[in-house]
Every structure is written in structure tokens, then in C-alpha cells.
């Protein structure tokens, strides 16, 4: 089969690789049909995330069709259409049977944090990814399934993380109604994030970035306010002016480890990689929210962090809240949305290209380049 495979730093490239078989008796393995490319896998492709070998395949955002089933599996039948959470879990252990899907104590020897995660290097499992014509789904009974007939595969293949991760990380934000709630990040996370905010039943919605282009998608897509960090000397009394001057009453950060805005931050965490990333977006997220308000955290983090407001946090008496999301538990909720024509995901989707061209898709999308927002892999499209 032909699969996107890591070459090392900003090298990714298509190669030819076995079929994956069925390990255990509850794997299943899914032909893909589509796939994305999301910001997480970024911080693969810049060569921070710890223990990404070469030769792994990426993908953790897919949908396919289930091509062969282990003998245990009861739930999928070979020719089902299905979606796959980005967390590989067990669904039984302590963790999982508290919804905590993203912190699966069974499928990652190598980690008391996260759980597996396919296509996310050793460190979340070392699992191959779904950036490939097949892919091996352990616990099929689990994660996976079945699409409804009426859902679109876009609208599908985004349930399995970006949106799923945006509604989440509102959710964390324990959003009242008439709030206020303040994204950092107009990716598709962010966009999916303010979108979600309404439905929690916040008053106003103020976006941040600094690609014009994004904040525009999140002026049409997610119908909010938005501010360009970069015409501001300082963002957080931007912000505060626009609330009052007490701050905002939830804050989502939507960027995560790899953030602009900081020069020396940028220098020491991305380019000199001498701490697990730059804190810029989770500070001005402590300092842009009220006293008493709710931080809560989607962007993808390292391990060790210097230099985080924690003790402005403290002082504050704020709620920061954070995990990688449990994707399907947001399934049930973003289904009836979908349904109902609140939302229509598949709008922020900007490019789709063939497997061929993933190492133009991955530059695009770290550059920034040619409007890029989200891009799909399009494995039925020859
Ligand atoms: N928690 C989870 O389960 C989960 C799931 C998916 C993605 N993520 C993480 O969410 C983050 C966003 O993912 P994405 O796919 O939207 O990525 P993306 O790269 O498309 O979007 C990030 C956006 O942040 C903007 N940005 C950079 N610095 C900023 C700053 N200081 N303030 C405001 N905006 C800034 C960038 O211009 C970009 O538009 C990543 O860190 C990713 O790893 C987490
Ligand atoms: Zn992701
Ligand atoms: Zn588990």
C-alpha cells in the first residue's frame, strides 16, 4: 500500500509499505478514504515531539471503510463506512470508564499522561497513522463508528478530531450564558472552538490571530469579533479595553507550544528547542481572562514548560482546564448540530489533495501558505 512516511524534519514523503495485518482479535483494518492533516501533526513534522521515528506514518484524523475484521469484533462488519476517534483506547479501564478516552491506561506502555494516539509517535503509542491506504484499528469494538447515511464524509472526517477538540475545548470552558469567551488561534481547532461557543450560549466571541486570512474564515464560519495580534503592541489590553477592563470570562487556547508572537520564546522553544515550547498564548490566555474566569487549554503542550503565568493563575483564583479530547464523547452532540443545519463543518476545508502531493500539503499548511486552513487527503478521488 502507499503511505505518507517520516523522513526526519520537514521531510515527508509517500512510500511503498506492507498492508497492515490484524494483531489481535479485536483489530480491524480500515481502507481510508479520506484523511487529514492537523495542526498536531505539525509539531511532528518541526521535529518536536519526542520519539517520532523515521519510516512511521502519520494521520490521526481519518475516516474508511472496515476491509477485514479480527474474530472478536462485533460492532463493524467489513464494508462499513466508519469514523475513528483519533485516541486508540480500551473503553474498560479506569480511566476510559470515566469518559477519560484520551488518558487510556492500556494502549501506551511508554506514558503516564496520554494515552495512544494513532500516528503520534512512540510516545503516544506508536501506533501507524491513517495518512495511508490501510490502517490497523485495535479495539475496533471501541472507537469506531458506523456514519450515519445523511452524514458527509468532510463533515465525518472532522468529527474524529478538529471538531470534535473545538466543541471540547468549549465545553471545558464552562461557558454560562451571556459570557464572554475569548479563542486564541483561528486554525480549525479555534474556528470550531468560537462556532461551539454559541451553542454553549456565550454573548460575544472574539477571535485572535494574526493571519488575516484565518480571521476572516472566523468572522463567516464562526460569526465572531475579531483582533489581529500583530496591529497591537499589547494584545491583553486590547482585550481587556474590550471587556470592560475586567477581562474575559473564558479563554480557549486554540495554539498550543509552536506560538507566534514572542520573539524570544519563539527562538528558545521552536528554533533552539530548549524547552517544550513557546507559553506565549497560554500567558496572554491567564492574562486576558477575568479574575475567577476559566482557561481552558486545547493547544498541544510538551512535557516540561518554563516561563507559564502559574502564579498569576493562582492569584487570579482561575479554573484552567485541558486534555487531549476524548473525541467520541463529543460525537453524540456535534451529530444532532450537524443534523439540525447549525453547523455545516466542512466549511473551514480549504484544499484536498491525492496522497501523492502530502509533501506539499505538509509545507503548505506549517507556512501557512495559499490560504490554507485544512486539508484533506483524498485516497477515493483517482
Ligand atoms: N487537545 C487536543 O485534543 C487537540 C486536538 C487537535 C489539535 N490540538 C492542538 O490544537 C492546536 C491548534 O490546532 P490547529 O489544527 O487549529 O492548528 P493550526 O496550526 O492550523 O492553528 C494554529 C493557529 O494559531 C495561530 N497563532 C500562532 N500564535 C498565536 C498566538 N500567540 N495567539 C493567537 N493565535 C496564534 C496561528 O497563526 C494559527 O492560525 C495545536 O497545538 C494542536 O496540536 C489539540
Ligand atoms: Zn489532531
Ligand atoms: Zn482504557
Redesign the pocket.
Known sequence: MKAMVYRGPYKVRVEEKDIPRIEHPNDAIVRVTKAAI???D??LYHGLMPDTRIGTTFGHEFIGVVHEVGPSVENLKVGDRVMVPFNVYCGSCFFCVRGLY?NCHNVNPNATAVGGIYGYSHTCGGYDGGQAEFVRVPFADVGPSVIPDWLDDEDALVMT??LA?GYFGAQLGDIREGDTVVV???????LYAAKSAWFMGAGRVIV????EY?LAKAREFAHAETVN?AEHDDIVVTLKRATDHLGADVVID????????NLLQHITAAKLKLQGGSP??LN?AIDAVRKGGTVSV???YGPLFSAVKFGDAMNKGLTLRM???PAKRQWPRLLEHIRNGYLKPNEIITHRIPLEHIAEGYHMFSA?LDGN?KTVIEFDAA
Open positions: 492537523c495542526g498536531s505539525l509539531h484520551s478530531d478538529a477538540t486564541f488561534g483561528a486554525g480549525p481547532v479555534g485572535v490571530d494574526h493571519l484565518r495580534f486554540a495554539v498550543g507550544a509552536e506560538a507566534d508572537g506565549i498564548a496572554w486545547m493547544g498541544a486534555n487531549q479530547c501557512k486552513i
